[in-house]
């Protein structure tokens, strides 16, 4: 192997270790709890858990009262309530031994979705075919950009005792 392909596999392998350690410190949730679980708890108390998502319910209910209710469809309009509802949520059942989400969440959860976003289906919409002119765009740009790369491969290993 010639010294330029080593600092290429060299500089790839050291592409893919950041791509993985800044993809590892740059996950979906805002904040990681980690959460001992006790040994002693075998099963979900789902009566407990129950209760506490009535107290985030209740929470998320106050919380709706102030959002106007022609609002109520428009998510950005309550997105830090949704939010910190689906957190209590979230953190009460773990804390109980629970998984989330499981049926106990999720049935109280459409509860709170039938009381407050019942109106907010859109009419289905109604999809058509694209006109002519789209679908010949669409299928010619990748079929001459496939035989673009086809030529430009073939070209440069015809021509590969000049370029090396």
């Known amino acids: ?36 679980h006790k040994p002693w708890i075998l099963e979900c108390n789902k009566t407990v858990l129950q209760l506490e998502m009535e107290k985030c319910g209740e929470r998320f209910k106050t919380d709706m009262e102030e959002v106007d209710p022609q609002n109520w469809c428009n998510l950005t309009h309550f997105i830090g309530e949704y939010h910190f509802f689906s957190a209590c949520t979230e953190d009460n059942a773990v804390k109980i031994g629970c998984f989330w989400p499981n049926p106990v969440v999720e049935h109280y959860i459409i509860r709170i979705h039938k009381q407050f976003f019942s109106n907010c289906t ?30 430009l491969v073939v070209w440069c290993s015809k021509r590969s005792d000049i370029l090396a």
Request: charged fraction near 15%; charge should be negative; glycine fraction near 4%.
């Open 1 to 36: 192997m010639d010294a330029n392909h080593l600092k290429l596999v060299n500089f790839f392998a050291a592409g893919i270790l950041v791509n993985t350690l800044m993809m590892s410190m740059l996950s979906a949730t805002e904040e990681i709890k980690l959460f001992m």
């Open 122 to 151: 859109l009419k289905s919409a109604v999809w058509g075919d694209p006109s002519e002119d789209t679908l010949i765009i669409l299928i010619l740009v990748p079929v001459f950009l496939t035989l673009t790369m086809v030529a």
